[in-house]
């Protein structure tokens, strides 16, 4: 038995199940029914004060009555009842509870206010407790049964390489039914429920330190506690573990249809979608996908590289995969001219190029499969491979030619990977992956769930640069809308490049400093009262040095003329800085992962593109650089229609400074806008031309903000 | 049988089969054995000279000697054999022949020239070839049985509802396997090989005409006549049948294996992709999207709009169904509040907007069921409803009555399109669809087939609006490279709106010109030596006009100064506009479908982010109007950032008539390019600024034409 936290919920050594029915088709006897069946060797109490046994077992009235000690408590009595039992559960030293009832969070306020004791009692008394409003977990590695899933209906399960984490206890089951008829065995499985206690992180992380998950799975509808889940991805990525996650709700109508499930708030599915990629999770856009990759995933290895052999058995497939691997980033790259010249020799008509399409010429050679596989993984050293055999599988004649070639190459070579795209007998399948290869009907899905396993394999040889540390005991910052000058000085400490300029009150100021900054300023009035500055005639730009001093009167003149009530603080002159692409940083506080950065490309690309990307923050500047390369203009970066090449680098330092300064001021501001931030050519680095930082006291009606 | 031309290959009452084996197992006897297994009821004549009887039947020693009229020949003999034996069915009159043998033009020019020869033939005798080098073609209406595909080996398929054609052989062996697991039944399957004559459109054709076939299902490499393809597809949608197609080759490497593969040009994936929704095919993107919109369509009903009902019995699959409809463009239409409140009264804790999450009440009470497919079809007159029911389907509580409620729904409602979502046994899946009903384990897969076969109905429901008339006898273009004042002239000619301008060879007659134009000019030097204008100072911008004829000398000897030696064929004098937004416009000659006219949003857009489409010549200003939509940049046009809306009409005008004007071209350029096409705030219309044609004989390395 783990030391791990959710032990007593996962991997407890005695059990007692609260109101369990001697009738096992009941939902209170099922469970019990299930642990039966699945051999569960630990300690096994019904509790029924109604019963002196309950399908066969010793009954007890109540926990108290049980002798020795239990781990983990089932509790499936009436919402009424349940609080009398957990608090029996305290009295027992119980330190694991599985809830199924219903009728708390999900049915209201009244029911929200009792699972809110529940979940008291559970913290008070150091008890993790599962759900309520849960379809209960499994652990097949001891037969640990503590749900009510039809899925267990047919029998127990095998204890297999996959763990499953499900928000939703119906679809986690429909789940648990694909994931069986592909043939994956779901060794350990939670459903989550309320979440008054246990959510999905809590199974993630458990399932990381369990020997025998090779990979993850989660069904997803919105993460509590987006540190938490940060947390245990990082712990199953460190135990070489895939975390393959579906999140749903990120469709309007969906978002609707998941906060009236979950009545928990669904955060921006933009911000899920950046920080999964950024935490390391394989996103799967589809419950089959979610399967499909998983599959892939618990082969017993994982490939090496994005490195892809391809071959097949007919032209039209290997046309097919190759459109496939392009557009998931994996690489056929091409046999050597003597390897090719090598295939061309058993097979005049082939292609060998990768794909290598040997034709149907393996059906009169079958040593053509031999030689083939050889080539691939021997000489040419490929990490991966997939085969197309179509009906081969299970064709009289070739079926067992071919297992043999295949397992035997897969044998030889046990650190690569190879799949095939074939239509085998579902034995013929079982027989393959008892050799560590997976079957896939379609080839093109064969492709992509084995580039999912490629990019997963690729997070966990390639972990995350640490996120730099967070300063601590950084100025508190000024209340309510803090304005250009004012949060450019801020954000200037805090390492974010500015342009020299100055507050000038009166025209000999502006005279003075006007020949200090250059040879061509920029001015803007200063004043609490006008927030749109080039509205009111606040902006001049382009103005000489020598001229300094008679704009200074000009533009404050025109201020004072059309807002005549303005309190004016003075006018900041700085340098006009010509060449370079504006680009706009945000910051807000994301109800799921604190502060998040996002950035974009100004004017139309965030305008009408909506061509944005997000990341927690705090970030380094190498994931900094990832970030810039995701905006799909990011070629204007690069000069773009003869405009010199910007400097990349100073945006990178600068959105990594801003990340670093938002982890540490998290809580003091509602929301942060840097726009627009200049990045000039390169090596002549970056300068926020405007700044505004909202904190909790402000008005949230700026429309300054940034879309 | 039909009178469709492709009658005597695909539905023949008579078959010769050349080389017939008498080992079932050979490809030259395999054949055979898949006529008398699948029960062929006409005439069937083996031809080999060196038996008596083949598996049986009376053989004849050549074709000549068989008694009586064959309207379809199979020739399976080697390729140096294949020739006689073509020249033997041209004696015989046979109608068409099937050919499997290869050696042909995939194996080089010697074989190209052999195939040449044979196309001839058929050509000369007005036989109908499909092949060579195919695997033949079934129909399983009549058992006709041209094929050696091992799918066959099975035993017959039933003659089903869906049409295949294929250009691989291979692969379309293995979409039949995909098909048949489905259990979707393929009643007629063509593959088409090298394609000397018969191709992918005349299989779609003659399924068009099938009066069992309801849906056709394509996997393309390349479309050899586009013109034909589109023929055979409009000819489908008459009938009231869905063409989904895969077409393969899109990435680079993909291209390659399918040149390599079929020796034949792909054209750009780009291309295609518009050509096909232009056309009304659902393209597919992978194998299995293929088979499950093929399955949708299958269903004997296709849905009469996109509004959907989703109804669950777990709230997860309801969130996840909800983001696929919208990822789908799917409308799931929020039922009115009577009908919300009526399953509220139902289930209190139900969701009941839509999706409709009944929970898992229905378990308690089955009733639940027929109540609310009838609010969901009767009340709220839904045209198609998805419901999500898990393992239901396949509990021994719930299977029988859900089946009784869903296909009682579905028989009182058949002009409804019913899905379901849910795990069943073969056999209880069977049941379901011989009731109408289709099945997807994976509710997203549910949800994006039904959006597929959306719209399919869609297409049928509204066809294409007629492509305006190509207009005859337009003078023809001159020849070489037309630049700037005379491809404008000629556009203007075919509708292009233009600006008002003048052609002058003096200062004199700049200046009386320039009064006319308006008040501010540009000026443009007019050369044939001279394509770059503006780096040899050979353009003037807002220049006043009255003066125009000093502009008119300024500009000469500015040209002069540069380009001592070009020749000088005056000035061009037109008004300066402003406002508005630049588009590209091109057009070019695409190997497959002819002139395709391609449009663009100027700047970034074209150039970094690629954003442009394309449309087959010639189209209506209705389909300007969504070719101007797909735009991603398109909102510009609407008038994003500030700016007043843009004249789409006459965009969408001046697009028209430059696909009807090339259209009427075709063969005459090789490219045009309007660039930039002014479009002008709303009201203003629109005008070509700039304007190239290339004809053959123009060099090719002019780098003004567009990107």
Redesign the interface.
């Known amino acids: 038995m783990t030391a791990h936290p959710l032990a007593p919920l996962l991997a407890p050594s005695s059990v007692a199940i609260f109101g369990a029915s001697n009738d096992p088709t009941r939902i209170s006897g099922r469970s019990l029914r299930y642990y039966r069946e699945a051999g569960y060797k630990g300690g096994l109490y019904p509790i029924n004060p109604t019963r002196d046994t309950v399908q066969g077992l010793t009954a007890y009235p109540d926990l108290a009555s049980v002798p020795g000690p239990v781990d983990c408590a089932v509790i499936a009595v009436p919402a009424n009842l349940a609080l009398e039992a957990m608090e029996s559960c305290v009295a027992k030293g119980v330190k694991g509870v599985v809830m199924f009832t219903a009728g708390f969070a999900?049915?209201g306020p009244e029911g929200r206010a009792m699972q809110e004791r529940i979940t008291q009692i559970a913290r008070d008394s150091g008890i993790r407790l599962c759900g309520p409003n849960c379809l209960g977990l499994f652990n097949m590695r001891t037969g640990h049964t503590a749900t009510f899933s039809?899925?267990l209906?047919e029998g127990p399960t095998p204890a297999g390489p996959l763990g499953m984490v499900?928000?939703?206890g119906?679809?986690?089951?429909?789940l648990l039914?694909?994931a069986a008829?592909r043939g994956i065995q779901v060794g350990v499985w939670m459903s989550t429920g309320n979440e008054a206690d246990v959510a999905v992180a809590d199974g993630i992380s458990f399932m990381a330190d369990d020997p025998e998950t090779q990979a993850i799975a989660c069904?997803v509808?919105a993460i509590k506690d987006g540190a938490l889940f940060a947390e245990a991805v990082a712990r199953a990525r460190k135990n070489g573990k895939p975390v393959i996650a579906?999140k749903?709700?990120?469709?309007?109508?969906?978002a609707?249809?998941?906060a009236?499930?979950?009545a928990s708030l669904a955060g921006s599915d933009a911000v899920y979608d950046a920080a999964l990629r950024q935490l390391g999770v394989e996103r799967a856009?589809?419950?089959?996908d979610l399967i499909e990759i998983a599959y892939a995933c618990t082969r017993g290895r994982l490939p090496a590289s994005r490195r892809l052999a391809v071959m097949t058995?007919?032209?039209?497939?290997?046309?097919?995969m190759?459109?496939?691997?392009?557009?998931e980033g994996v690489e056929?790259t091409p046999l050597s001219e003597e390897s090719q010249k090598e295939v061309l020799s058993w097979v005049p008509?082939a292609?060998p190029?990768?794909?290598v399409?040997v034709t149907?010429q393996a059906l009169n050679d079958p040593s053509i499969l031999d030689k083939s596989f050889e080539l691939l993984f021997g000489k040419e050293n490929f990490p991966a491979m997939i085969g197309f055999f179509?009906?081969w599988a299970s064709?009289p004649q070739m079926a067992e030619p071919l297992f043999k070639s295949v397992t035997g190459a897969a044998a030889r070579y046990p650190d690569r990977y190879f799949a095939l795209s074939a239509?085998a007998t579902p034995e013929m399948q079982r027989r393959y992956e008892a050799a560590g290869v997976g079957l896939f009907?379609?080839?093109?899905?064969a492709v992509?769930a084995v580039a999912g396993a490629m990019r997963c394999a690729e997070r966990i040889a390639m972990p995350p640069l640490p996120a730099p540390p967070i300063p601590k005991h950084l100025p508190p910052l000024p209340q309510g809308r803090i304005a250009e000058h004012e949060a450019k000085r801020i954000l200037a400490e805090a390492g974010i490049p500015v342009l020299d300029e100055r507050l000038v009150t009166n025209a000999g100021q502006a005279a003075a400093a006007g020949v200090e900054l250059g040879e061509r300023l920029v001015l803007k009035i200063v004043s609490p009262d006008i927030p749109h500055k080039t509205e009111m005639g606040g902006v001049m730009l382009d103005v000489p040095a020598r001229e300094a001093g008679a704009a200074y009167d000009q533009i404050v003149q025109r201020v004072t003329a059309r807002a005549p009530r303005a309190k004016i603080d003075g006018v900041l002159l700085s340098p006009m800085v010509k060449g370079g692409t504006e680009m706009i940083l945000g910051v807000q506080n994301d109800a799921v992962f604190g502060p998040v950065v996002m950035l974009g490309l100004g004017?139309?690309f965030v305008?009408?593109?909506r061509d944005v990307t997000f990341r927690i923050a705090p970030f380094g500047i190498e994931e900094a650089h990832k970030m810039i390369g995701e905006l799909?203009?990011a070629?204007?970066l690069d000069g773009?229609?003869g405009q010199p090449p910007c400097d990349i680098d100073a945006l990178a330092i600068a959105l990594s400074k801003l990340s670093v300064f938002v982890a540490a001021q998290k809580g003091q501001f509602t929301s942060i806008d840097v726009n627009p931030l200049l990045v000039r050519p390169k090596g002549q680095g970056a300068a926020a031309l405007d700044a505004l930082i909202l904190t909790p006291s402000a008005a949230a009606n700026d429309d300054e903000v940034a879309p």
């Open positions: 999900e049915i039809s899925f209906e499900t928000q939703s119906a679809f986690g089951t429909h039914a694909l008829r069904y509808e579906m749903v709700g990120g469709s309007a109508v969906g609707a249809a998941a009236s499930h979950t856009r589809t419950p089959e058995m007919s032209g039209g497939a290997g046309v097919l190759a459109d496939a691997a392009e557009e056929l008509f292609a190029r990768n794909p399409d149907a179509t009906t064709s239509i009907e379609d080839p093109w899905a992509a004017g139309i305008e009408v593109l799909r203009g070629a204007i773009a229609r």
